[in-house]
């Protein structure tokens, strides 16, 4: 880590991930381990010492400043087991810190002296470490996939708790949609030992919290599973149309989500060379994959209801669907696309695929992608997201029904269905009138070179247009489609006169688009960090040219 790094990190302050020691004490051997098993415990991150609160550099202690690998030594001699943490020194004028890289405990890790402790966030957002306690340890493991909490059994609960009307339900559920027909055949004891919703000993059956959640009576649930609950809302700006909360198993929480929403779902018509397509306010199988999500990644040992709102607002027609409990280990809103599927309750998640209810492919969050796009709507939002809780909008705003006519003729084009990184691509080069590999692989969470072919491919069919790597939708696209091009935006305009002089310099971008000097900055700014333009030389020599491509290793 060099000096500018570290004044980065520092500036941005502490967080989940980073925090820091003030050394002037010097900082007590017990304070350090317990930070270090602190952050082990939850995602990892980084431990700055000699670091005060506020982000000022006071230095190391002498007694730190000796060697790196001794402060390491220090650190895996006082934990249990020993985290293999990596130390650097960083010299800074105002002092020495000591950035102390702290990995992601794949076991359950201790002080040596006993000590369970974790990360997290305070009510007023700030950072800290509290005890891990006991009853936390199975959903511990569950994020890091190393247990499932749903196939535990609960105790108290006896064969009397599930509802013969839910296996009814069960059964109905597999007629009607793509499940394992094998279960039909089966009566409601069979069915719960095929799927795991029990555990025999002796004479005794004994629901695990799958069997109670997916079939149990509502008087069980209640005692319990009391984390249980489900939110359905309608919100009209500050207005509350609908606000009712269930208890209910989980099959019949799905059918009413689904039955709440299907009602209030509109559809607008297109005609596509004869045939019609639907584009509706609420994507089905999104909006379905969402909630089951939801319903299935949750944590049942926290308290708060999975919330399902459809809100209009002044500004936007949305559907949030958020639940307790953050993403599992290794999972986030910036690898949803490439990761995976690792369920928080496997036995819960494997008994909804064998019903039909979820893709059985494990690509839940693809069709939600796909089922926004292809309507001409905007990919789905993760940001909102947090340690202790996901949440997913999807926007219902009006269509853009040009993209979704441009989308099904270069899907004609290739012979097949788009794939979601195609959607995406094209979704960009629509949005933004142009779009490159480096400005496409963060959408598709995938390197530059994925981007690349992906591009190349559409551009093959003729879907795309490319030009020194940069790719627009093609003129044929447009006219099969019988959409007209969306009007000049300020980046096409730059990248067209580069692609016809050569080069562009800030005074031309002026006089080109007619904006004023700033925003023209921002602009070029812009296409430069997406590696559309690169600048060359300074100052009034400065201009901008379409990169030079390397070639032969020259």
Known sequence: MNQEELRALIAAGETLTVEFKSDQGPLPDADLIETVVCLANAQGGMLLIGVENDGRVTGLHPRHRTHPATLAAFIANRTVPPVTAEVEFVVLPEGTVAAVVVPAARQVTATSDGRLLIRYQEVHNCPGCRPLYPYELTNWLAERGQADPSSLVVPEATWDDLDPLEFARLRRMVEENPGDTALLDLSDREIAGALGLIRAAGDRLTPTLAGLLLVGTEAALREYVPAHEVAFQVLRGLDVAVNEFRRWPLLRVHEWLMQAIGVRNEEQELMVGGVRIGVPLYDRAGVREAINNALLHRDYTSLG????????????????????????????????????????????????????????????????YRGQLRNGRQPPDYTLSTAV?????????????????????AGRRLGRSLEVDELLALWQARREGVTTAPALAPALQRDTSHAADVLAGLAQAEALQASQGIYRLSPALHREAGVEPSPVSPEEAILAYVETHGRITRREAVALTGLGEEQARYHLRKLTEQGALQLFGARRGAHYCIPRVEKNGE
Do not use: M, W, Y
């Open 389 to 409: 809780s996901v949440s997913v909008i999807l926007s219902c705003g009006p269509a853009d029904l040009d993209f979704v006519l441009l989308a099904v003729q």
């Open 305 to 368: 209801a999975v919330h399902v709102q459809l809100r209009d607002d002044v500004a936007s027609l949305t559907v949030r669907v958020s639940n307790p409990g953050g993403f599992v280990q290794g999972v986030g809103p910036d690898n949803l696309l490439i990761t995976e599927p690792r369920p928080r309750n496997p036995r819960l998640a494997d008994a909804f695929k064998r019903a039909g209810l979820v893709e059985r492919t494990g690509r839940g969050v693809e069709t939600i």
